[in-house]
């Protein structure tokens, strides 16, 4: 059973920076998964903030485009979302996210970390 670990969350003030960890274990092939990271404000559907193809190729929302950067470490089993300039919008637990279709395996989920920007 593949397991996902975030780590990274807290409070920052608007403006600030975080970087978010998701360690994946129970895998030996970490490398062919898309991983994701999502989110979700309270009252708000889970939304897709960045994702990181097997092959590096890297998708963005819109809200965050300029401010976050997705990068993956095949040999850590590790995601990282570097987050900059926060704004108080951006406040949501993310969750990460291994997609698995694209290899037709089975896809997971972490439990999620909370992101927490002042104003």
């Given at each position: ?13 608007a403006?600030?920076s ?6 994946t274990?129970g ?23 960045a994702s990181?193809?097997s ?6 929302a819109?809200?965050?485009?300029g401010r ?16 900059s300039?926060?704004?108080p ?6 969750y990460?996210?291994?997609?698995g279709?694209?290899a037709?395996v ?7 970390t ?6």
């Amino acid at each position: 059973q593949v397991q996902l670990e975030e780590s990274g969350g807290g409070l920052v003030q608007a403006g600030g920076s975080l970087r978010l960890s998701c360690a994946t274990s129970g895998t030996s092939f970490f490398s062919i998964y898309t991983m994701g990271w999502y989110r979700q404000a309270p009252g708000k559907q889970r939304e897709l903030v960045a994702s990181i193809s097997s092959g590096g190729s890297t998708n963005y929302a819109d809200s965050v485009k300029g401010r976050f950067t997705i990068s993956r470490d095949n040999a850590k089993n590790t995601v990282y979302l570097q987050m900059s300039s926060l704004k108080p919008e951006d406040t949501a637990v993310y969750y990460c996210n291994a997609d698995g279709r694209a290899a037709l395996v089975s896809s997971f989920w972490g439990q999620g970390t909370q992101v927490t920007v002042s104003s």
